[in-house]
């Protein structure tokens, strides 16, 4: 089992970077795939994108492709989601997820642990 915690969040202006944390427990991080989502009021949790358990995989959702860039390092168990050029359509709140099974996944059901969030505000 692995419990997670985001960190990271602020405001940002349009055109700005913010880079968010996921801070994971326990001595087998490196066991599970990591996935970064995000919520806005109103819509349902969508998925930004996954980071294989060694770091050497990633997948992103096209509407941050080029913008974002998940990375890890298992020595710190912990996950990044470095996000470029903000535009407000990003305002959400981000979830971390840890996923327990070979392989990395775009669904919510492809998650097994989760955080509860950071609000990420963006200012037009």
């Known amino acids: 089992q692995v419990q997670v915690v985001e960190s990271g969040g602020g405001l940002v202006q349009a055109g700005g970077s913010l880079r968010l944390s996921c801070a994971a427990s326990?001595?087998?991080?490196?066991?599970?795939?990591m996935g970064w989502f995000r919520q806005a009021p109103g819509k349902e949790r969508e998925f930004v994108g996954g980071?294989?358990?060694?770091?050497?995989?990633?997948i992103y959702a096209d509407s941050v492709k080029g913008r974002f860039t998940i990375s890890r390092d298992n020595a710190k168990n912990t996950v990044y989601l470095q996000m470029n050029s903000l535009n407000p359509e990003d305002a959400a709140v981000y979830y971390c997820a840890a996923r327990s099974h070979i392989g990395l996944g775009r669904e919510t059901f492809d998650y097994d642990y989760w955080g509860r969030g950071t609000q990420v505000t963006v200012s037009s």
């Open positions: 326990g001595r087998t991080f490196s066991s599970y795939a």
């Open positions: 980071i294989s358990r060694s770091g050497g995989s990633t």
